[in-house]
């Protein structure tokens, strides 16, 4: 009877430490998300910076684009 009660003392300490960790990571993944979600990913550039593409410009027609596509496989 003794190592039964040794045994079911054993898991429910596996048991603990396992929702412990379980709960420190769903929460550091909420505190993570919490702090990229007013993060703005698209603001206008500030300083320097250079627009790369411009493609008010160059009116390729749309099966020179797709050659391009196909060959750079971009």
């Not at 054993?10 to 420190?24: E, G, Q, S």
């Not at 979600?37 to 910076?49: I, M, S, T």
Request: glycine share 6%.
């Amino acid at each position: 009877m003794k190592q039964m009660l040794m045994l079911l003392k054993d898991t429910l300490k596996i048991f603990i430490i396992f929702i412990a960790c379980t709960l420190l990571f769903y929460f550091g993944l909420r505190a993570i998300h919490a702090e990229y979600q007013e993060f703005h990913r698209y603001d206008p550039p500030e300083g320097k910076a250079v627009k790369v593409v411009n493609s008010g410009e160059q009116k390729q027609d749309w099966i020179d684009r797709f050659s391009i596509f196909l060959r750079l496989g971009e």
